[in-house]
């Protein structure tokens, strides 16, 4: 197993080397250029704001007129609405530690996360602190992350023992073990 930078891109490469990456269908353009696994977990999309300017999430009137960050090349279903309608403003950044930054300057009205990453950065970051930030009681939505494949022939028929693992991990808490080391 290695490491590779811009592992979306490594998805599409066909080769001998086969490249998965935990993905959500809803959040790729080209979702069926890929193979993909049952659901492995559940993210939830938690709008943060700035502790001195909450903004609780109601519906979609409490975003009108608000930038939000975004991280580039995400698509966020629950709210795209609103910036095609111009009702709220996207700002794209390109990685979630840049975008907390900015929430917290005060450069961004809001920001849109999945709730387990920015816990996660919180807790590893000198800089910030959750004191920093309101987290909107009522997520946005929940996204079901998934093994994403590259579409080859030989992948095909691994992807039915690579669900039969998944669903026995899930059945026997494994991944709710792991995702609790990230709290």
């Known amino acids: 197993m290695s ?8 998805l ?8 998965t990456r935990l993905e959500c269908i809803d959040w790729m353009d080209d979702a069926e250029n890929f193979l993909w696994s049952e659901p492995v977990l559940t993210l939830e999309t938690v709008l943060y704001s700035t502790r001195a ?7 979609e009137s409490s975003l ?23 009702k ?29 990453t920015v816990n ?4 590893n970051s000198i800089e910030l602190r959750p004191a920093d930030y309101h987290v909107a009681a009522v997520p946005l939505g929940r996204s079901q ?12 028929p691994l992807l039915k023992s690579i669900n039969e693992r998944i669903r026995v991990n899930r059945g026997q808490g494994v991944y709710d073990r792991i995702m609790a080391h990230y709290r």
């Open 145 to 156: 992350l998934r093994f994403a494949f590259s579409k080859s022939p030989e992948m095909i």
């Open 3 to 10: 490491m590779k930078p811009a592992a979306r891109s490594a």
């Open 12 to 19: 599409r490469e066909r080769g001998e080397t086969l490249y």
């Open 53 to 59: 300017q909450p903004v609780e999430y109601r519906d």
């Open 88 to 116: 709220a403003y996207r700002y794209n950044v390109n990685s979630d530690l840049v975008l907390l930054r900015m929430l917290k300057a005060g450069r961004v009205d809001v920001a849109l996360f999945d709730r387990a």
């Open 120 to 123: 996660w950065l919180i807790r």
């Open 64 to 86: 009108y007129g608000l930038t939000i960050g975004c991280i580039k090349g995400f698509n966020y279903p629950e709210v795209e609405t609103l910036f095609e309608s111009g």
